[in-house]
């Protein structure tokens, strides 16, 4: 049973929200304060002024798990000086921990599943007046996907989700258990949405979705079909998505990122190991060959595109020479950037019953020496920019006073000076000078 307050009673219960992860959970988090807001509760920027404070997490590393329980047991002292202070778990790792949560941090009032988000002011209603602690774990197969968030984080850029789960079951991940079998959203809503946005002055989106090449809807509308409809809404600019599945990536999608003027030259494409009995072990899917051949149509298709990635080591059983093989494909890619990370089990994820032997002092050494290798190959990457003319879609202002940010077609970072009337507007910037996850330019 939790401490009673009249707080609730007199005002609208104010929620703070801390999102952990990928862009989906960031995405989550402005569907979860769109309809906190919608039922009466009023978002605020800081845990101390909070009624209730919500971490939407993300379980895909332990490490990342490990931050999201880590940051709640800070909380211990605000609840104690506050003990009707309601603290919830949202996400994947309530999904996944389910009771376990509270078993593992007592200071969890509330857990509530990937499914069970749509329900959560009722919830967060329930617990305030019977102050007793709730987990609502069980609509895996949620009707969320076709609800779009009113609340955005932001003026510019949006994201908009195409499709939730995913059918893949790559071997080391949770994603198929915590967020379900993949459903594509209807392609009229995904327009309508992204119509609405718009609307509302937004200039970029971001296509979100597991698997994004995967999408099918209704009436023979594939991915490309969404492209291409989409890339006909006056007022957005730019359209970005991700992630594609390497065994989904086809010339076809090169081609039409080519061809539509809105799509953005990005493509984020997941290699996971330069291995092919570790891509086998992992159930990817592909071969390193098959994965060269992609990059070479895409590079032949789309010139100028960048190419960014995701690299796991550490994998069990992956041995030096299965190592190497990493990072001799990121070498011959030539990657713009990747994102790199040590291999951890997650159980149900099926690897997790293979023996993790690879030993964590192997698995730091493998880490640092590919992150360092990848910035070698990040800052040529940059280098070829310098001297040359981009579009940058000003975002906000820059670190240094004076300086504004944004970001390039081919997704870089630029700062410049200039005014702060030019936040939101697409300007083309000369490039100075590089460093290998950000250039410097100035207005041309
Ligand atoms: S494609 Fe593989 S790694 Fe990506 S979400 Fe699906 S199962 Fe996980």
Redesign the pocket.
């Not at 779009?148 to 939730?164: C, L, M, N, Y």
């Not at 730019?238 to 086809?250: E, L, V």
């Not at 999608?253 to 953005?264: E, S, T």
């Not at 280098?383 to 006073?401: D, F, Q």
């Given at each position: 049973m939790l401490e009673k307050s009249k707080t609730y009673e007199k005002s609208a219960p104010r929620v703070y929200i801390r999102t952990f992860g990928c862009q989906m959970n960031v995405r989550d988090s402005e569907f979860v304060a769109g309809i906190l807001i919608d039922n009466g509760f009023t978002m605020v920027k800081s845990a101390d002024s909070a009624d209730v404070i919500l971490f939407n997490s993300c379980s895909v590393r332990k490490h990342a798990e490990e931050r999201v329980f880590g940051n709640i047991g800070q909380l211990k002292h605000l609840k104690r000086k506050r003990p009707e202070l309601v603290i919830g778990l949202i996400g994947c790792t309530a999904q996944a921990y389910k009771e376990k949560a509270i078993e593992r941090s007592p200071l969890i009032d509330i857990v509530c599943g990937t499914g069970d988000e749509a329900g959560l002011p009722r919830l967060i209603k329930d617990l305030l007046k019977h102050r007793r602690r709730i987990v609502a774990v069980d609509k895996i197969g949620r009707p969320k996907p076709e609800l779009f968030p009113k609340f955005r984080d932001g003026k510019i850029k949006a994201t908009v989700s195409i499709g939730e789960g995913?059918d893949?079951?790559?071997s080391y991940?949770i994603?198929?258990y915590v967020r379900g079998r993949e459903r594509s959203r209807d392609a009229k809503n995904i327009i309508k949405e992204v119509k609405s946005l718009a609307g509302r002055g937004f200039k970029e989106i971001l296509l979100l979705g597991?698997?994004v090449n995967s999408y099918r809807a209704g009436r023979g509308k594939d991915f490309i079909a969404i492209l291409e409809d989409l890339n006909k809404i006056k007022g957005i600019e730019r359209i970005r998505f991700m992630?594609s599945?390497p065994k989904d990536a086809h010339a076809e999608l090169f081609k039409a990122m080519r061809g539509l003027d809105k799509v953005c030259e990005h493509l984020h494409l997941?290699i996971q190991s330069g291995s092919d009995r570790i891509l086998k072990l992992m159930n990817r899917g592909y071969t390193s060959g098959k994965y060269l051949k992609l990059v070479e149509d895409y590079r032949r298709i789309v010139p100028g595109g960048s190419i960014t990635t995701d690299i796991i080591v550490g994998f069990p059983t992956e041995s030096e020479r299965d190592f190497k093989k990493t990072c001799a494909l990121l070498e011959k890619v030539g990657f713009d950037s990747a994102y790199t990370f040590k291999y951890s089990p997650r159980p149900p994820a099926k690897s997790s019953v293979l023996e993790d032997d690879v030993s964590s002092g192997v698995k730091e050494e493998r880490l640092r020496s590919v992150m360092e290798l990848q910035r070698k190959i990040s800052a040529g990457r940059s280098e070829k920019v310098v001297g040359t003319l981009v579009e940058v879609l000003v975002e906000g202002p820059g670190r240094k006073p004076g300086d504004l940010a944004g970001r390039t077609r081919s997704n870089k970072n630029v700062s410049f000076e200039g005014k702060k009337g030019l936040i939101g507007k697409t300007v083309r910037v000369e490039i100075v000078s590089a460093e290998p996850y950000a250039l410097k330019g100035r207005l041309a």
């Amino acid at each position: 049973m939790l401490e009673k307050s009249k707080t609730y009673e007199k005002s609208a219960p104010r929620v703070y929200i801390r999102t952990f992860g990928c862009q989906m959970n960031v995405r989550d988090s402005e569907f979860v304060a769109g309809i906190l807001i919608d039922n009466g509760f009023t978002m605020v920027k800081s845990a101390d002024s909070a009624d209730v404070i919500l971490f939407n997490s993300c379980s895909v590393r332990k490490h990342a798990e490990e931050r999201v329980f880590g940051n709640i047991g800070q909380l211990k002292h605000l609840k104690r000086k506050r003990p009707e202070l309601v603290i919830g778990l949202i996400g994947c790792t309530a999904q996944a921990y389910k009771e376990k949560a509270i078993e593992r941090s007592p200071l969890i009032d509330i857990v509530c599943g990937t499914g069970d988000e749509a329900g959560l002011p009722r919830l967060i209603k329930d617990l305030l007046k019977h102050r007793r602690r709730i987990v609502a774990v069980d609509k895996i197969g949620r009707p969320k996907p076709e609800l779009f968030p009113k609340f955005r984080d932001g003026k510019i850029k949006a994201t908009v989700s195409i499709g939730e789960g995913c059918d893949n079951f790559c071997s080391y991940c949770i994603v198929p258990y915590v967020r379900g079998r993949e459903r594509s959203r209807d392609a009229k809503n995904i327009i309508k949405e992204v119509k609405s946005l718009a609307g509302r002055g937004f200039k970029e989106i971001l296509l979100l979705g597991q698997n994004v090449n995967s999408y099918r809807a209704g009436r023979g509308k594939d991915f490309i079909a969404i492209l291409e409809d989409l890339n006909k809404i006056k007022g957005i600019e730019r359209i970005r998505f991700m992630t594609s599945h390497p065994k989904d990536a086809h010339a076809e999608l090169f081609k039409a990122m080519r061809g539509l003027d809105k799509v953005c030259e990005h493509l984020h494409l997941p290699i996971q190991s330069g291995s092919d009995r570790i891509l086998k072990l992992m159930n990817r899917g592909y071969t390193s060959g098959k994965y060269l051949k992609l990059v070479e149509d895409y590079r032949r298709i789309v010139p100028g595109g960048s190419i960014t990635t995701d690299i796991i080591v550490g994998f069990p059983t992956e041995s030096e020479r299965d190592f190497k093989k990493t990072c001799a494909l990121l070498e011959k890619v030539g990657f713009d950037s990747a994102y790199t990370f040590k291999y951890s089990p997650r159980p149900p994820a099926k690897s997790s019953v293979l023996e993790d032997d690879v030993s964590s002092g192997v698995k730091e050494e493998r880490l640092r020496s590919v992150m360092e290798l990848q910035r070698k190959i990040s800052a040529g990457r940059s280098e070829k920019v310098v001297g040359t003319l981009v579009e940058v879609l000003v975002e906000g202002p820059g670190r240094k006073p004076g300086d504004l940010a944004g970001r390039t077609r081919s997704n870089k970072n630029v700062s410049f000076e200039g005014k702060k009337g030019l936040i939101g507007k697409t300007v083309r910037v000369e490039i100075v000078s590089a460093e290998p996850y950000a250039l410097k330019g100035r207005l041309a």
